[in-house]
């Protein structure tokens, strides 16, 4: 079985960083691929933000968040990490962390693509 547990979630304010982190445990074949979904309250899905294939270190961005987000590994401690800087409103959400195992190619494109999700931590973006 794996679990993911998420921390980090914070309310800052437009323009500030955040770093939101995700604990995997259990088999790592089982979470090779690991990433970050978002569903804002107005939101009807989880929207892809990143992820990453744990054991390559390749990583996959939404359009939103390219070149403002960063999803990286420490494979010592099994952790993945979401650094959020230039933080805009419509940032705010639930962030999960969400993880499955890697079949080829890009790591976790749909909600559907995860076997395991954590319970989400709270992101609150205001000016």
């Known amino acids: 079985q794996v679990e993911l547990v998420e921390s980090g979630g914070d309310s800052v304010q437009v323009g500030g960083s955040l770093r939101l982190s995700c604990k995997a445990s259990?088999?790592?074949?089982?979470?090779?691929?690991i990433g970050w979904f978002r569903r804002s309250p107005s939101a009807k899905e989880r929207e892809g933000v990143g992820?990453?294939?744990?054991?390559?270190?390749?990583?996959y961005y939404a359009d939103s968040v390219k070149g403002r987000f960063t999803v990286s590994r420490d494979r010592d401690k099994n952790t993945m990490y979401l650094q959020m800087t230039s933080l805009k409103s419509e940032d705010s959400a639930m962030y999960y962390c969400?993880?499955?195992?890697?079949?080829?190619?890009?790591?976790?494109?749909?909600?559907?693509?995860?076997?395991?999700w954590g319970r989400g931590t709270q992101v609150t973006v205001s000016s």
């Open positions: 259990g088999e790592p074949v089982n979470w090779r691929c």
């Open positions: 969400a993880a499955g195992r890697w079949s080829g190619g890009r790591c976790l494109e749909k909600p559907s693509d995860a076997s395991y």
């Open positions: 992820s990453i294939n744990f054991l390559f270190g390749n990583t």
